[in-house]
């Protein structure tokens, strides 16, 4: 009874409360058809999951082909129904240009956070060819000039944005320095990558550094590890700890 009457009452308060233009109207009837639909929101499809180990999921989701698309170093919000509840959270688009352009698909990699409510969702929850939610991609974290020198200093899943652009910036032979902070070298995301990535480019320089084994970010770290000309552009993303 209450699962039929539910969505019967969400409709009536929406549609009686949200009066302020006619998607608002609309949004309530589409809802019944497509739960966990908002308007300014796109369909995108699960492709995989995996998970890359105890801490954080990769996701692979395919947009319909209404979604504008993303520039690298962009966030979406991300939407689902959580006990018949619209939940989202924020996360950053972890995937090449390339994949959207030849795929058109996109990739997030997520921390899980155990007392969560959403990630947790995800995890155990979501699985391949399940339906979710989008917004427009958001944001503007990407180098502001191409030929400069650049220095990338990324703690945990703060690496995700700096996926996504570095090898653009590598491929117009850009010098890059990067310095990924996580505590063991199961954390380092992506480093098989960034590994072949330096090995193919000389002026790539992957620095993939444990908490655990050589501690934080410090100024001394720094001295050690770089040159002045490897910083004439610095970008930092994510916690160090």
Not at 48 to 59: E, F, M, Y
Not at 96 to 112: A, F, P
Not at 114 to 143: C, M, N, W
Request: aromatic share 10%; charged share 20%; glycine share 6%.
């Amino acid at each position: 009874m209450n699962t039929t009457l539910n969505p019967l009452k969400r409709f009536v308060n929406a549609s009686l409360f949200n009066n302020t233009s006619a998607i608002g109207w609309l949004a309530p009837v589409i809802q019944l058809r497509r739960p966990g639909w908002q308007p300014g929101l796109f369909r995108c499809y699960v492709t995989s999951k995996q998970v890359i180990n105890q801490h954080v999921l990769q996701l692979s989701l395919k947009p319909s082909a209404k979604w504008p698309g993303f520039k690298p170093g962009q966030h979406i919000e991300l939407n689902t129904l959580i006990d018949g509840r619209q939940q989202s959270r924020t996360f950053t688009i972890s995937s090449s240009l390339s994949l959207w352009q030849k795929e058109g698909e996109i990739e997030l990699t997520i921390r899980c956070h155990q007392d969560g409510r959403f990630t947790p969702h995800l995890l155990s929850a979501v699985s391949s060819g399940d339906r979710l939610y989008i917004s427009e991609a958001k944001g503007d974290f990407y180098p502001e000039t191409e030929n400069s020198p650049l220095l990338l200093i990324a703690g945990g899943t703060g690496i995700t944005p700096f996926a996504s652009f570095i090898d653009q910036q590598v491929k117009r032979d850009t010098p890059v320095t990067l310095l990924h902070f996580a505590p063991t070298s199961d954390d380092h995301l992506f480093s098989q990558h960034f590994t072949k990535l330096s090995q193919q480019h000389p002026h790539f320089r992957y620095l993939p550094m444990s908490t655990q084994k050589q501690g934080y970010l410090s100024r001394e770290m720094l001295r050690q590890n770089l040159s002045e000309s490897d910083s004439d552009h610095v970008m930092v993303c994510g916690l160090m700890d």
